[in-house]
């Protein structure tokens, strides 16, 4: 078993990561009602046993980030008062990213806020959003643009649940993995390969990955300086996202991403072709594209413009000078960003 402590704004809080930790859940001490918020997939996989032992009522929302709304709030809301959460209640986020953040959101609203436990299941969701404190949800304009910070009372992370993740979302996972191994990590990197069917391997990589994440939030909770690393090519994601109208999942748009922001820094010499073959080597391996296929540069470069973070339309990516050294770098000339994509085609 791992405990990773995280010192937050609002109170500390520990990452457990065991495997079985949801066969024991009579023995994680929750206090007052407890109402588990899961979806259609993991409710008959972990979550009427998980809320039979701790005598919880669940709450189950579609499968989907097009279910991550406001819609979805209100009945969940409702589904709270039916269930007689009060204020001394605790929601248990059972699920990937998009229930944690969703449910996370309730729970940092319903009746101004209740006690949130993370339970984590996909390996995005164990390394990356249930740590941190950001929850909320999409609207039809655009994604995330609702939300809040709502530090969990505790994360509970049982990697065995991730025998029963589709294999390529254990992929697109892999793709954060290999963003933290870049940002801080280069051990991640070599551990990355690993199979989810090997519990005791996942555990290792889950620990690894999420205290990456657990250091530059702690450093920085509000995202004032350096938790932008996070960012580490979501520049590129994003506008592959857009582009591709959704039929890139993330993760896999994070991984050519990744390639993308190591060549660019590669062309503004920041860096030597070390460290694009070595991206390019890991995402070979664990089977996440290299290339950007029929996406058209132009299209791509318009939609990076439309990124939050892109202050007045001029360019803001995370680069790096080699493994563990991030920064953040203005003004790209557009030819040199838009090379970069054809170089990917
Ligand atoms: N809050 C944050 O800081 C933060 C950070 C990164 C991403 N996010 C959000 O996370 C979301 C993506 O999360 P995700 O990648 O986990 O997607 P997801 O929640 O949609 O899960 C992916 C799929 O795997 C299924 N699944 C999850 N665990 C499973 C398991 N153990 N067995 C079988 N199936 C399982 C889910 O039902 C879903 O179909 C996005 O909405 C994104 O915005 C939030
Ligand atoms: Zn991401």
């Not at 704004?9 to 520990?14: A, L, M, R, S």
């Not at 008062?81 to 959101?105: H, I, K, P, Q, Y």
């Not at 790096?320 to 991030?326: C, E, M, N, S, T």
Request: hydrophobic fraction near 40%; glycine fraction near 10%; aromatic fraction near 4%.
């Amino acid at each position: 078993m791992a405990a990773i402590r995280v010192t937050a704004p609002g109170g500390d809080y520990d990452i457990l990561i065991e495997p079985g930790l949801l066969r024991r859940a009579a023995s994680w001490g929750l206090r007052g009602r407890v109402v588990v918020i899961t979806n259609t997939t993991i409710a008959p996989l972990y979550g009427e046993s998980l809320a039979r032992q701790l005598d919880a009522a669940v709450l189950t929302m579609p499968d989907g980030e097009q279910y991550k709304t406001l819609e979805t709030v209100a009945e969940l809301y409702a589904g709270c008062v039916s269930a007689g959460l009060d204020r001394g209640g605790t929601v248990v986020a059972l699920g990937g990213g998009v229930v944690g953040d969703t449910a996370g959101f309730v729970a940092a609203t319903y009746m101004r806020g209740v006690r949130l436990v993370q339970v984590p299941t996909s390996l995005l969701a164990m390394v990356d959003s249930s740590v941190g404190g950001k929850v909320g949800v999409d609207l039809p304009q655009g994604k995330n643009l609702v939300g809040a910070f709502k530090q969990p009372d505790k994360v509970l992370v049982d990697p065995e649940t991730l025998t029963t993740l589709p294999e390529r979302e254990w992929r697109c996972g892999l793709a954060e993995v290999i963003k933290h191994g870049l940002l801080a990590d280069p051990e991640l990197l070599e551990m990355a390969s690993c199979s989810q069917n090997n519990t005791q391997q996942a555990a290792e990589l889950v620990c690894r990955a999420v205290q990456v994440k657990v250091d530059v939030v702690q450093q920085d909770p509000f995202e004032q300086s350096i938790r932008a690393h996070l960012n580490l090519g979501h520049t590129f994601a994003h506008a592959v996202e857009q582009v591709s109208s959704y039929r890139w999942p993330h993760g896999e748009a994070v991984g050519v991403g990744l390639l993308a922001a190591g060549r660019l820094s590669h062309k503004l010499g920041l860096c030597g072709t070390d460290l694009t073959e070595q991206i390019e080597t890991i995402l070979q391996i664990v089977q996440l594209p290299q290339r950007l296929g029929n996406l058209d540069p132009e299209l791509l470069y318009e939609a990076m413009h439309t990124d939050k973070k892109w202050q007045n339309g001029n360019s803001r990516f995370v680069l790096l000078r080699g493994v563990g050294r991030a920064e953040i770098v203005k003004d790209v000339a557009p030819e040199v960003i838009i090379a970069t994509l054809k170089e990917l085609q």
